[in-house]
């Protein structure tokens, strides 16, 4: 069969499943099972009105059942047992411990640490500036579709574009790495394997991520800049404040809950970053991140228990900034 | 403690003029107000006395000094804007103390000018709050302060009172009067749309309409001698009533035979030349009172009345076009529905225009 076909039966099959459950089971409640007439009309309209939520949301609590909740339980249990000739036999804190004892494990640690501190804070800091900045221009909107326009490419796809960004031909070739070219014109004296250099090779695939997220950043902070009442701008321009300090004393404070719900957000992503390392490093030239971590040891070297402690690891980190900015968003809400 | 010069000051967006033509000459000391209908530019020029809008023509000096293209915070002004413009992050003493602290002056000068003024306007029991655990008319007195810490030459004030409730609006209003009263030497400049405030605050009323000034003068001037049939209607509520009719005799007093059938004396000389002279005959409807002599400058039929207690206000019905007629009588009258009413007012009070202008102003 064609695979359009098959998708449009999909779509179909699907969505049509959704409308027909939430429609036909809504039927039942209200006509077979606590049908609102006879003596008991106001008892059962009482009663259809409390199931009903529970009706609706039971499809939402069945994924989230199989593809989270389980999935969660079962990696917990998986990190503490290990495989004993095809079955599995408890093995307390065994794997955490192997995996401690494992340099790329710190090495994950501790490039993800610094994945955590520089990409949300370059992304946040390049938003707010761009988000300032093409506010007062006259092509402003045009520069802001081009900034955000890097959220519309997958994280692979942009790594396949910055690969070419560092990409080194040996000396004597034309490089068609714009890095190495510039670096050549600038007086460098060979081509540089960028992604082979250890610390700034992180520093270079970060890059990747900041120049995606920058342009989200740009598009929350922009509407909160805008949000700002014009009055107080000009009271600080009365009271004598340049532009530098209108922006950090009068601008900045005022949007600082947007602020940290944007830096929350693109740290969680920080944290579960992977595709960028798997498509431009793969974790050599030590710049492993958990993430890939966990998958190597899972699917590559198919240790499941190490596999599952990494993952459990990751989920611990980031349970508690998820928390933290989930709250920030609701109080900006309000 | 400055005198402010407007020379043939104008103001254009693009092809369109707002504001053309503006000659004032505001002197230490007084106070200024802006009056004039929602989109007369009031605002506007308030805005670029402030800096905050370029000065597309003319000249603007402070002090013999030329200011317009002086960035905002060095002309020595202050402005007080319609909603407040607090700075929401800053306890109410920072957003007293944020000007000095730009300014870099010492931490113990500035503690001491925002207390004192915080006692001024009784807010020191708030200077650790944030501007939103005050009401409206705590956040206003902050405003007012924030503009007093500064010592500035000239105060600017943008409809300060209009997001005030009605019994908050006439408290704050006496309270600006006794601050001017006690900075005699404090120069300030007042925009409102509400001619009660214009009348009450102002040494001088400044009324702007069509992009230019209709008329300046002190609030009785404007009241007792309006230029134009625009400042007759604009000042007073309600608005003077204009009659149409022809001058009958000239001299030191001027007689004119009304449209509707009435006639009128007037006590504003004219010359020989305006006999048949087309007019429009002005009169308060504060002025009119009811006569039983057989000359009566309006008579006509009550179509409705507002009883308010201290006056009662008459509406009548009428025969050419125009606005309803109102007379404001004072106390209660009742039972004038559907009667007649006959009308005359004293020579003296009533005003005379040829094509919109005062025949006193010729």
Redesign the interface.
Known sequence: MNPALQALITITVGVGGCVGYFWLSNLVLDRVLFPARGPQAGRNITRANMIRPWLFLFPALVALAVYLAYPVVATAWLSLHRDAGGAREFAGLDNYARMMAEPKFWESMRNNLLWLVVVPALSTAFGLLAAQLTDRIGWGNLAKSLIFMPMAISFVGASVIWKLIYDARPAGQDQIGILNALYLWAGGDAPQQWLQIPFWNSLFLMAVLVWIQAGFAMVILSAALRAIPEETVEAAILDGANPLQIFFRIKVPQIRGTIVVVWTTITITVLKVFDIVLAMTNGQWETQVLANYMYDKFFRAFDVGVGSAAAMVIMALVTPILVWNVRNARREMQ | MADLLLRDVSKSYGQVTVLRDINLDIRRGELIVFVGPSGCGKSTLLRMI???ERISGGDFLIDGVRMNDVP???RG???V??????????TVRDNMS??LK??KRSDAEIRAAVDRVAQILQLTPYLDRLPKALSGGQRQRVAIG?AIV?DPKVYLFDEPLSNLDAALRVATRIEIAQLKEAMPHSTMVYVTHDQVEAMTLASRIVVLAGGGIAQVGSPLELYQRPRSEFVAQFIGSPSMNLLAGTVASTGPQTLVRLDGGGVARVAIPTAEADLGLRVNLGVRPEDLVPTDAPDALFAGEVEITEALGEVTLLYFRRQDQGAAVVAKLPGIHQGLRRSTVRLGADPARLHLFHQGQSLLWR
């Open positions: 402030a800096g905050l905002p915070a060095q002004i202050a402005m804007f319609q909603s407040y413009a607090l700075y929401p992050h800053m944020f000007a730009l300014a924030r500064r």
